[in-house]
């Protein structure tokens, strides 16, 4: 079938489809403006996740170092715990008051009471600190206490009399010739 298209129809139809184009452009640039809008809020949700992400990863390497810090400190805290157990075994070991058989040591200076330890070899020890020497003591026998620098005597605490008394008896003869 032939049609005879007129100048009126041609024009028509130009109009119309210059139409057509102008609508198309409309949507066309519509559509550039929501894709350029969705790369927007991609690209600000990328960005996003990866300042989420350095965070976090600061976030970890801060809580391992709380971690170590922590376990640090729980040790360190152990630690003063069982020094403080220890120290307060010691001192109710020292302050309680001592048997009725404990010797303990008088440390005299020239003659002079000095110190009072729990035995021996501490006080010869505590002498050694203020420049005794560490060996060659001997017992004072018959030589007086005043005339030597140190003199350790060994003595016990009778608590029940509340007095001391020496643990070196002096030899005492028996009273006509009783054995």
Request: glycine share 6%.
């Amino acid at each position: 079938m032939i049609r005879i298209v007129t100048c009126a129809r041609l024009a028509a139809l130009q109009h119309d489809a210059d139409g057509a184009r102008a609508r198309a452009r409309e949507i066309q640039g519509a559509a550039d403006r929501a894709y350029a809008g969705h790369l927007r809020t991609v690209y600000d949700l990328t960005a996003d996740a990866e300042a989420a992400e350095r965070a976090a990863e600061a976030n970890r390497a801060d809580a391992e170092t709380v971690r170590e810090l922590l376990e640090r400190t729980e040790a360190q805290l152990a630690n003063a715990r069982a020094t403080v157990t220890e120290q307060a075994a010691r001192i109710e070991a020292l302050s309680a008051p001592p048997s009725a058989d404990a010797s303990m040591a008088l440390l005299l200076y020239y003659g002079k009471p000095h110190s009072i330890h729990p035995d021996r070899s501490a006080a010869y020890a505590y002498a050694a600190t203020l420049g005794a020497p560490s060996s060659g003591w001997v017992p004072v026998g018959e030589r007086p206490a005043a005339g030597l620098r140190w003199v350790c005597v060994s003595f016990i605490y009778d608590a029940a009399r509340d007095h001391f008394r020496s643990v070196v008896a002096p030899a005492v003869e028996p009273l006509g010739g009783a054995a």
